[in-house]
């Protein structure tokens, strides 16, 4: 009896052996994903703003993650985007910004509105001072007051876009050449991008067309304007031959329409007229008139930009989803870079990889520069046209009007002063 049961003892190890070699082995759990908290406006009057930045990221992201995704000293790591709206709002803002970091995010996204990336700077330095363990990087993609890379510059802030000083510069260098310009109205919102802005243009005009008078200098509540009409009245009784604007939003599309229904034929100078929903409201009378500075323009020369945005069509059909710009997907390939270099994920680590990063994308090229965390780039300005014209073989949002670039400024051309002092941990 006792011969029989080891017998069968036998018989059931060798089985459960069998089983066990007959079974794949249990791969070994993946890696979570690295997670980027894009705190923006996804709701209220700026929501499509914050809707196409993701898109941005999304798309940016899931190139990163088809070659692999990172690759880190531990295993790759994929990267998605988590979306914490703001609602436009500081304390909304803030209180985002404490949900993400209690989720342990470490990577916070964020651009649409210079005030909002200011006290997020504020908020996450103290945070990284009070717990190193937990630090957390910013990533900002279109908050573009100068400050934040100057008196209010951080080591754990990054800034891809060209600020204002910057894109003045470049609009400048059109408007200066403008010899039957002799009258402007300068219009913006009121919060630091907008007054930075209007500061730099009197600044500007003063030193290269003093010629050049200021016939309206005004701003105006942020988002809140529902009817522009009295502005655009002023705008065409001043005699105004052009307006510049750094006005962005529903508060750009809003002036603009507002300007076509009282009959306004000047021109506009503009940091973000080429987008979201601009030119469909202007239709002709915006041809030869409306002027836009970017890092890039989907008309931008070279079959590298035109198969990058055939790319971006593909995945984002619909005319409405229409915007993309270079400097995101510069933003999130140098984040993977970063990573890489870093071989972890240590926000110190990664930061001090970044502050060197130099990245090349589908015939495009930029380097972070370290004194400051101010990202360098080459800048375009273009001037909208009808599709199909000279210049301009992709529309915006089907719209049936198109921006051609009529001026790239070198990067080392572009670049600006700055009086940052870096404080680094």
């Not at 894109?167 to 002799?182: E, H, I, T």
């Not at 750009?252 to 973000?272: D, N, P, Q, R, S």
Request: glycine letters at 8%; proline letters at 4%.
């Amino acid at each position: 009896m006792q011969k029989l049961l080891k017998r069968v003892a036998a018989a059931l190890c060798l089985g459960v052996s069998l089983l066990a070699q007959a079974q794949p082995a249990t791969p070994p759990a993946s890696l979570p994903p690295l997670r980027i908290a894009l705190i923006e406006s996804l709701s209220g009057s700026f929501a499509n703003t914050g809707e196409a930045v993701f898109r941005n990221l999304v798309w940016a992201t899931e190139r990163v993650n088809a070659r692999g995704g990172v690759k880190l000293a531990n295993g790759s790591r994929m990267l998605v985007v988590e979306r914490y709206d703001n609602k436009g709002q500081n304390e909304e803002s803030l209180a985002a910004l404490r949900s993400a970091i209690d989720d342990g995010v470490s990577i916070i996204a964020q651009g649409n509105s210079s005030a909002v990336a200011a006290a997020l700077i504020d908020a996450i330095n103290k945070h990284n001072q009070r717990e190193p363990g937990k630090r957390v990087l910013f990533l900002n993609y279109s908050a573009v007051d100068p400050s934040l890379t100057n008196e209010k510059c951080s080591y754990w802030h990054f800034r891809f876009d060209a600020h204002a000083d910057m894109r003045m510069a470049a609009l400048m260098d059109v408007l200066k050449d403008d010899k039957a310009l002799k009258r402007v109205y300068l219009i913006g919102q009121d919060y630091s991008f907008g007054q930075a802005v209007l500061r730099e243009a009197r600044q500007q005009l003063g030193a290269q067309r003093p010629d050049v008078q200021i016939v309206g200098d005004e701003l105006h509540a942020l988002g809140r304007v529902k009817d522009f009409i009295p502005y655009a009245v002023k705008i065409k009784s001043s005699g105004a031959q052009a307006v510049l604007t750094g006005n962005w939003g529903n508060d750009l599309t809003l002036l603009i329409k507002a300007a076509k229904e009282v009959g306004y034929e000047g021109k506009f100078y503009t940091f973000y007229g080429n987008a979201l929903g601009v030119p469909a409201a202007l239709g002709d009378a915006g041809v030869g008139k409306v002027i836009a500075v970017a890092d890039w323009f989907p008309n931008a020369p070279g079959a590298q930009a035109e198969a990058f945005y055939r790319s971006f069509r593909q995945r984002f059909p619909r005319p409405e989803d229409d915007y993309v710009h270079m400097r995101m997907q510069m933003m999130i390939e140098a984040l993977a870079q970063s990573l890489e270099k870093a071989g972890a994920t240590d926000a110190a680590a990664v930061a001090a990889q970044m502050e060197r990063a130099t990245v090349k994308f589908s015939g495009y090229q930029g380097a972070m520069r370290a004194a400051d965390h101010q990202f360098q780039q080459p800048l375009q300005v273009a001037m909208m046209g009808k599709q199909g014209a000279p210049g301009v073989k992709f529309d915006v949002e089907g719209s049936g009007y198109g921006f051609r670039v009529i001026k790239t400024i070198a990067a080392e051309r572009a670049e600006q002063p700055y009086s940052c002092k870096m404080v680094r941990p």
